[in-house]
């Protein structure tokens, strides 16, 4: 009896603590609000891209000094675009490797002299995209730097010397 009185207890103290009504979320319904201020060809969640044309690297710098924001965004712009480009070359790197069985490829000096090709490369051509907004003495400078994937492989196979490798750039 003790334990029938015990349980009816804890049963009516949990069912005096729940709400009187079953709870639910309602959906959102707010419509995603898009800033104008921000270019229509800057998206924040992509940092560089390449397609079939171009290799592109995009950034955002935010600073109070509009020449020294100009600058960063450049700069972070074109190291975006140097990934795309190293990811362009590992591919065909890996490909060679799993694929037409070139263990040479393999070697961490090939490796090594690869990615320093990439990050010595010289860019002159490149298409500069750059918009300015000041908000409240904030600058904030959107920079798209793009390449064109001829300019790009050019560029390549002059600082590459492996020819099967400068050959597999253009498949």
């Excluded at 320093?116 to 010289?122: F, G, H, K």
């Excluded at 860019?123 to 390449?147: A, C, M, P």
Aim: net charge negative; charged share 25%.
């Amino acid at each position: 009896m003790k334990l029938y009185v015990t349980a009816l207890f804890i049963l009516g103290f949990l069912f005096s603590c729940s709400p009187p009504e079953t709870l639910t979320t309602e959906p959102d319904t707010e419509e995603e609000v898009v800033d104008e201020s921000v270019p229509e060809w800057y998206n924040n969640t992509i940092t560089s891209e390449a397609d079939t044309v171009h290799f592109t690297g995009y950034a955002l710098a935010i600073a109070a000094d509009s020449a020294e924001t100009h600058q960063q965004s450049i700069e972070l712009a074109t190291e975006n675009l140097r990934f795309t480009i190293d990811k362009f070359v590992e591919n065909i790197r890996v490909s060679l490797v799993s694929d037409d069985g070139r263990a040479e490829y393999e070697s961490p000096g090939f490796i090594i002299d690869l990615r320093n090709s990439v990050r010595n490369l010289e860019f002159s051509d490149l298409d500069e995209t750059v918009e300015y907004v000041q908000e409240n003495n904030t600058h904030y400078v959107y920079s798209r730097i793009r390449l064109s994937r001829e300019d790009a492989v050019n560029l390549l196979r002059r600082s590459l010397t492996d020819e099967a490798f400068n050959e597999a750039l253009s498949r």
